[in-house]
């Protein structure tokens, strides 16, 4: 594997995360987040729960799943260029790609614009490739778009986090 293709894998797998939370497509106390589509939901609230139930499709490797999160026009973007939808869907259907954990490392950062909307936050994910071991630390941005009133991911950029320093604010 060559140094670009395993930057593009490392930067590129972790897609989405969420905070710890009881089980992955649920709120604090247990429930399910509010459906974004509905009117009057907390849409930030909804993101987030979005954002947990596409990182738990990456963990169990559910192609199809991952899949619907995603805008047809979805591209990761990070320092190896860019990496497109069926690529990455590829890697994973193939079993070439496979996630055993991925998270927040605080809570996500969103901004919403009428239909378009922005989760960023930093993320650490372990994936494996092709059996070798990556492990990632990342900032990453998910640029949502609402579209016939469903949310879809059509842009993720992730950027290395650099190490932590004493006294370094997030």
Known sequence: MTIRTKALLCNAVHVLAQPAR???GRNVDGQPPPDPQE???DVAEALIGLTADWAAALVAGDAARIAGFMAEEWVS???SGIA??????SLVESGELTHSA????GPPRVRVHGDTALVTGRITNTAH?????LDADEWTTDVFVRRD????????HLTAAAPDRPGAQD
């Open 39 to 41: 009117p009057g939901c």
């Open 149 to 156: 009133g469903r949310w879809q991911c059509v842009l993720t």
């Open 84 to 89: 497109p939808r069926e690529q990455f869907l």
């Open 77 to 79: 973007v990070s320092s």
């Open 22 to 24: 009881p089980a992955y």
């Open 129 to 133: 490739y092709r059996g070798e071991r």
């Open 102 to 105: 991925m998270r927040y490392l």
